[in-house]
Nanobody
Framework: QVVLGELGGGLAQPGGSLRLSCKAT????????MRWYRQGAGKERELVASVTKDGTANYAESVKTRFTISRDAEDTVSLQMDDLSPEDTAVYYCNAPHFFRGTYYPPEYDYWGHGTQVTVSS
């Protein structure tokens, strides 16, 4: 079992920056990829960025030139968000799919944090 805890978030002005971090505790052998999702008011939850244990990162097109995901340690992932816009306002969730013996389990087995609010407004 893995518990994900997010830190960071808050209020930023357009063009500003925020940094989110997520720490995993529990059975670390059961996770490989760590991800950040977000969900704006009235919108579907969307994948923002992901990073593997070896540091391979992928980004949504809408953030790839502004956000940087990093695997700071086996159990910690960060999301540096620069040049923020009001469209980035959302609840941001840390996520990790359950991984065992080289196989990713179905999404219903994913681990999720409780989410942290990011608001971009002048």
């Amino acid at each position: 079992q893995v518990v994900l805890g997010e830190l960071g978030g808050g209020l930023a002005q357009p063009g500003g920056s925020l940094r989110l971090s997520c720490k995993a505790t529990g059975t670390m052998w059961s996770i490989n990829v760590m991800r950040w999702y977000r969900q704006g008011a009235g919108k579907e939850r969307e994948l923002v960025a992901s990073v593997t244990k070896d540091g391979t990162a992928n980004y949504a097109e809408s953030v790839k030139t502004r956000f940087t995901i990093s695997r700071d340690a086996e159990d910690t992932v960060s999301l540096q968000m620069d040049d923020l816009s009001p469209e980035d306002t959302a609840v941001y969730y840390c996520n990790a799919p359950h991984f065992f013996r080289g196989t990713y389990y179905p999404p219903e087995y994913d681990y999720w944090g409780h989410g942290t609010q990011v608001t971009v407004s002048s």
